[in-house]
């Protein structure tokens, strides 16, 4: 049996799902899906995104590295599976990563 770990920091209650329901994502502080980057289809709480964990002194004390950067233009460029249903990406074998279907 595997033990399923939760962070003890995640306030379940107060999660936003992504609007898109295909997605299993929860939308971030940024107000983007943190699986798919969809951004939220409506209005979001004001204090969301606010931990007390992370308060604007913390966020500025971490910025964010070069890869981080880098790894925006790969987001960018990804092409999603041709199967609406499915949350992979195609590979550079031309085939969804998750499910396997080819791009077209």
Do not use: Y
């Not at 007390?52 to 960018?76: C, F, H, I, V, Y």
């Amino acid at each position: 049996m595997t033990e399923i770990l939760f962070d003890a920091n995640e306030d379940w209650e107060k999660r936003i799902l992504c609007s898109d329901e295909s997605c299993i994502g929860t939308v971030g502080p940024d107000g983007k899906c943190r699986e798919c980057g969809k951004p939220f289809e409506g209005v979001l709480p004001e204090d969301h995104g606010q931990s007390a964990l992370q308060t604007p002194d913390s966020a500025e004390e971490n910025p964010a590295a070069p890869e981080e950067a880098a790894s925006d233009d790969d987001w960018e460029k990804r092409v999603l599976c041709s199967d609406g249903a499915c949350i992979g990406v195609i590979g550079p074998d031309g085939k969804c990563k998750e499910c396997g279907k080819p791009l077209r």
